[in-house]
């Protein structure tokens, strides 16, 4: 059975970081594209980066370019994101996915298959 499980979250200040850790299982994800999304009531879901080999493949919304950092341990099966500079409106509930299948673009979450359940941020002023 193929599973995420986020975990890493948390309260956190304004400017302060955080690393979230994607941990699979179930298959080998190692030449699959996997990235972060998030959620908050007001945005609906967001595409944050996406990473398909650690050394390139490497992609990220605007919003994250500068200040998050995705990477993958492939020997590990796990993905994780390094937060910096967190905002308030950072806050959101944070998922890892992965996909089936290599066409698509990352940036749409229809190209994934699979989801973990997600693991909040709050990042409060």
């Known amino acids: 059975q193929v599973q995420l499980v986020e975990s890493g979250g948390g309260l956190v200040q304004t400017g302060g970081s955080l690393t979230l850790s994607c941990a699979a299982s179930g298959r080998d994800f190692s030449d699959n594209l996997m990235a972060w999304f998030r959620h908050t009531p007001k945005m609906g879901r967001e595409i944050v980066a996406a990473?398909?080999?650690?050394?390139?493949?490497?992609f990220y919304s605007d919003f994250a370019q500068g200040r998050f950092i995705i990477s993958r341990d492939d020997a590990k099966n796990t993905v994780y994101l390094r937060m910096s500079n967190l905002r308030p409106e950072d806050t959101a509930v944070y998922y890892c996915a992965a996909d089936s299948a290599h066409g698509g673009d990352w940036r749409f979450d229809w190209v994934y298959d699979y989801w973990g359940q997600g693991t909040q941020v709050t990042v409060s002023s």
């Open positions: 990473i398909r080999w650690s050394v390139g493949n490497i």
